[in-house]
């Protein structure tokens, strides 16, 4: 009998602009619906993605969305309610090489039509000035005081030490609008450093990788430093997550953006980025497994314990190494080495100056 020998299969390696195109090509026409407001969700944050990195293969995106370009001022007066999705689409296309003047036009009409004084956020509204900047056009109602709110916004650091994602996206996408994602000095006062230090603090305890790239990506854009340790993990949890082609017809539920934020920041941090994308098909978006999440588990330890060692001493490190699983404490103890903010971020998250009554009496 003769041997057999079984050649592996080797996968063709695409070169930067073929995988950009491929990944385009997926959002533009394999994952939804082009009517469907989480197309323009997906396909507003990669172009933006790959706009805001400046990489030289970024031309290869335009020729999917070529026939959606040709539609925008139809699309625009049917669903005016989505002209930040919209603007932002066509913004980006336009800088990407697709330039057929259709933004200054979209951009002078939404600004006429005031479609920001419809806007109830302050960071709606940042987003809408800085589309129209983009193409010189001046909103009917200046509003002087924004760049202020946002900034106080931004500087109430205890806001950030609790757990509230909502916050922290937001204090995230304030420094993206007020940087013009990293091409401007944000002017951000200290304590808004600190507050992104304390979102990237509750991330870090959480496992959350993408919103632990967003604010490495909003300090990046702040000229601040990055901790080093999370710089490491967030890389960790870039190779980990993978891509792979999906025959299924139902719009699709995965860490498409989770994958899309650490493409970002590797980007921005001039690693590669857009990694394992294959050459053709829908594509799917998977992190890597979760490790590192402690919030529930260190939530519950701190709920439970009594409020006269719940400040930052060497009784509640006692306690604390006693009461989490080693593995967690660890995790903590990473958390403590990766910057100087944490020992006041641990003050207001413990909450020991809000301790229930109740409470008090316990162990």
Sequence with gaps: ?????????????????????????????????QEDVFWLKENA???????????????????????????????????????????????????????GGVGARLAARAAAD?????????????????????????????????????????????TFALPNKKAAYELTHIVFYLSEYGRRDPRLPQEALTSLHYAGLLAWIDGNADLLAEVSVALRFANAGV??????????????????????????????????????????????SFPGVPDAGRLTFHSAPQTGSILRELSQVLYQMDGRDRGVS??????????????????????????PAFGAFFETFVRAEHMPARLLRRI
Excluded at 85 to 98: K, M, R, V
Aim: with cysteine; net charge negative.
């Design 227 to 272: 901790p080093a340790i999370w710089e490491t993990w967030l890389e960790q949890q870039r190779h980990g997550a993978h891509v792979r082609a999906d025959d299924g017809h139902a719009a699709p539920r995965d860490d498409y953006h989770a994958w899309m934020m650490l493409s970002w920041h590797a980007a921005l941090s001039g690693r590669p």
């Design 314 to 339: 060497e009784g509640m490190r006692r306690s604390l190494r006693e009461k989490l699983a080693p593995a967690s404490w660890e995790w903590l103890c990473a958390a403590e080495a990766a910057t």
């Design 1 to 33: 009998m003769s041997n057999v020998v079984v050649l592996p299969i080797r996968r063709r390696t695409m070169d930067p602009s073929d995988r950009i195109a491929a990944l385009a090509t997926c959002f533009a026409t394999g994952r939804r619906r």
């Design 114 to 158: 005031d479609l920001p004084g419809a806007e109830l956020s302050d960071l709606q509204r940042a987003e809408a000035r800085r589309l129209f900047e983009r193409r010189d056009v001046t909103l009917v109602q200046v509003d002087p005081g924004l760049d202020d709110r946002l900034r106080a916004f931004a500087a109430r650091t205890p």
């Design 45 to 99: 944050e990669l172009l933006n993605v790959l706009e805001t990195t400046r990489l030289p293969e970024r031309g290869a995106a335009i020729s999917a969305y070529e026939p959606f370009y040709a539609s925008l001022i139809d699309r625009f007066t049917f669903f005016p309610q989505y002209y930040r999705f919209l603007l932002s689409i066509c913004l980006d296309l336009e800088d990407l090489g697709l330039d």
